[in-house]
Every structure is written in C-alpha cells, then in structure tokens.
C-alpha cells in the first residue's frame, strides 16, 4: 500500500522534510538566544542609568574595552574640551530619522589623558567633503557626564568602516583610531553626553536607550518549532492521501474497451 513512497519523488520529498526540521528547530533556538540577549541587554541598561554616576577612569582605561556590564553606565569626568581636533561621525541619524552628524570632541582630563565624547547629532549643514558648522562647546575647565559605551564596530552595527574620508570625518567611533590620531592616550570606548546641556540645544544630546522592548524574538521561536512539528504531520497527511487515493483508483474496475465500428 505504502509502497510508493521508495519512487524517486517520495524519497526527495522526505529527504527534504528530515532536513527541514532540525534546520527549524535550530532557528528556533537562534531566535531564542536572541530574546535571552535582549533581556539581559535591557537589565544592563536598566541598571546602569539607574546607577549613580562614577569617574570615568574607574571603569576604562587607554587601550581597554569597556565591559559588557557597564554599558551606557554614567560617569563623570573633569577636564577641557578640544574642539580643535573634535571630529563628526558621518550618516547619523536622529529621533526624527533625519541625516546628520555625531560630533567627537576631545575631552582632555586633568592628568593629560583624553576621553572622547559624543556631543549629540547636528544636521547636515553643507556638502558632505566639507566639515559642518559645529556649535562649540562649553570652553574651560568643565565637568561633563554621561552614559559609557564602547568602541564601534562593524561587526555590532553594521557600518562599513569606509576610509578615505573627507579630512575630520569617520564612519564609527574608535578610540585606537583617534588614540593614533590625537598622539595621545585616549581611554577605551567613549561617552555619551548628558550634561552639561549644549547652549541653544546644539548639538542635540542622544536620547536614553530603549530598554522596556523585549522584541518578538521569542515569537519568532515559538513559529520556527511549531513549522518543524508541522513538517512530519503534514508529510503523513501527504502520504495517507496518495494511499487512499491509489487504493481508490485500485479498486476501479478496467474500463471495457469501446466495440469495434462495423
């Protein structure tokens, strides 16, 4: 009855289904991963802008990472900016989805040490080979804060690093790269202001993270095991169909040939 499911047809399509569902169920788990990472992500950032601002230099250091668990965590530092040799991050995009900048200050510390600070986003004021009109930045000895994060790569966000840029512009934020620039010690990672508020409202500081959206990762995964428990029941309804119908056409009587005309 069930023989037909060694033809050449039969074969390929169960070949496929077994390798459809643990292709499904890994998916599954991939997206299940994803959740986990989210949540653990949320609480990080959760408890970090909830924590009391620290020194920056207790937390990076010159050619550190900055830990996962210190993500967007405040800190405070006390020095000078040098907007002589800030630089602004191309393609950047702000609340509105407009395209501008993020201006890179310097933040020179009191022991000669730089910490690179994200100001905010500017618009495009001009043409992209020109360097913006940037609001300057408070002068003198400043004590600034905000949130820690670290180097920008391509592999975690998706920015090519495009080289060959016009003069005082990249593509992510590096401290190695500007540690190279500046010719001097320049900690790990980088900060995002929070205050002091630039006067005017320019640059415009980034909005705190997101941190309540837990994404529809785990609905995701939930689909990708449901599709994989699909696969076999729908392979035995296949089958039990093609029985039936071939049983069906079995018990058919032979069609009597027409009579020969005279």
């Not at 023989?3 to 050449?8: A, D, G, K, N, V």
């Not at 047809?9 to 077994?18: D, K, P, S």
């Not at 060959?164 to 593509?171: D, S």
């Not at 190695?176 to 320049?186: M, P």
Request: proline share 8%; hydrophobic share 40%.
């Amino acid at each position: 009855m069930y023989r037909f499911l060694l033809s050449r047809q039969w074969v390929i399509l169960t070949l496929v289904a077994v390798a459809l569902i643990p292709t499904m169920i890994e998916l599954g788990f991939w997206q299940l991963h994803r959740h986990e990472h989210k949540v653990a992500l949320n609480k990080v950032i959760t408890d970090s802008l909830a924590a009391a601002p620290v020194p920056a230099e207790s937390l990076t250091a010159p050619g550190s990472k900055v830990q996962h668990e210190d993500l967007y965590r405040r800190v405070t530092a006390k020095g000078a900016f040098d907007p002589a040799q800030e630089v602004v991050v191309r393609r950047r995009t702000n609340s509105d989805g407009e395209v501008g900048y993020h201006v890179l200050t310097p933040f020179v510390l009191d022991d000669g040490k730089v910490l690179m600070v994200n100001r905010g986003w500017i618009p495009a004021n001009g043409a992209q080979t020109d360097f913006p009109r940037i609001p300057a930045p408070a002068r003198g000895e400043v004590t600034v804060t905000g949130r820690l994060m670290p180097d920008e790569t391509t592999a975690e966000s998706g920015i090519k690093n495009v080289r060959g840029l016009p003069a005082r512009q990249v593509m992510l934020i590096g401290s190695e790269q500007q540690a190279q620039r500046l010719g001097k010690q320049v900690l790990g990672g980088y900060i995002e202001l929070t205050s002091p508020a630039p006067k005017g409202g320019s640059p415009e500081l980034l909005p705190d993270p997101e941190h309540s959206d837990i994404g529809p990762h785990m609905a995701y995964a939930v689909q990708w095991w449901l599709f994989s428990a699909g696969v076999p029941f729908g392979w035995f309804v296949l089958a039990r169909r093609e029985a039936r119908e071939r049983a069906a056409a079995a018990r058919q009587p032979a069609q009597e040939p027409a009579p020969a005309a005279a």
